[in-house]
């Protein structure tokens, strides 16, 4: 029987999922994992600056590294924090794409574009936006270099305050050139022209296994920013290549878990799913 972590009962594996399963077992050298950071990996917690990931991430993320083609963390996070939060130095191989794929880091090397022009613009008229939609003074802006993200998680109504910025961080966007990222109670000011669903296909592209094409490729994600990578399976399947669409389940977002082949119990549920992903050698 396929073993596949602590799933919801409501979401049974799909015949997709179960196939991708069965290719990822069959031939792991030649498969691709790709993971989310926040909500998959790390728990969620109130602090941006406070989320770690579970303490057993990284060693399974160690433990999976050398028995398959490649491995790679796709967040929105910039990738320097998300090695340090994730504890993921050291880790042979893998490979961390932040700020929804515009950085790069390998091996302790980081690569990265000049920030985009408009973020200085959107940085300083932030606070006039905040006061304009009567921001309570528990939004709080996560200044990411390459991008704001302005969350409100904190606050007594955390929906209710996210619904009230989001006409003017729209038209801030428009002005300064840059796009809105919808996330887990956060609305992120970013560049255009990158997803996680772009940076997944550009891995997958790069990662030469023993054949022409992955045995079969694997994401792993909770929030609305990895549907985009989501996308990027389905199109691999479209071509043949096999793969499963992973969803940390939460109360917060239902999307994912709805273009899931498999929904686990959060950070908890991928990380039985992980440990449990490849049969001991
Ligand atoms: O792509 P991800 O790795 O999922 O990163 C997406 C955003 O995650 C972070 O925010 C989320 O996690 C916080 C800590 O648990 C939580 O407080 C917040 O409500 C969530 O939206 C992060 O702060 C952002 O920069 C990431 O882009």
Known sequence: MTNTGHVNPSHPLTAAGA??????????????LGFDFDGTLAPIVDDPAAARAHPQAAPALARLAPRVAALVVITGRP?????????F????????????????????????????????????????????????????????????????????????ALDRLRSLMDALAERTGLVVEPG???LELRASGMDKGRALRGFVDEVKPSGSRPSAVLFAGDDL?????FDTIDALRAEGVPGVKVCSGSTEVTALAERADLVVDGPDGVIEFLETLLPLE
């Open 225 to 229: 920013g990895d549907l985009a990578a």
């Open 184 to 186: 887990r109670f956060v």
């Open 79 to 87: 990738a320097a924090v998300a090695v340090e939060h994730g504890g």
């Open 89 to 160: 130095e050291g880790i042979d191989g893998l490979v961390v794409l932040g700020q929804y794929g515009l950085e790069r880091w390998v091996n302790g090397e980081l690569t990265a574009p000049e920030p985009p022009p408009g973020v200085a613009e959107a940085r300083a008229k932030l606070p006039e936006i905040l006061k304009a939609s009567g921001a309570p003074a528990e939004v709080y802006v996560e200044d990411k270099g390459r991008a704001l993200a302005v969350h409100t998680r904190r606050c007594a109504e955390p929906q209710v």
């Open 19 to 32: 196939g991708g399963l069965d290719a990822l077992r069959d031939d792991p050298a030649g498969a691709v």
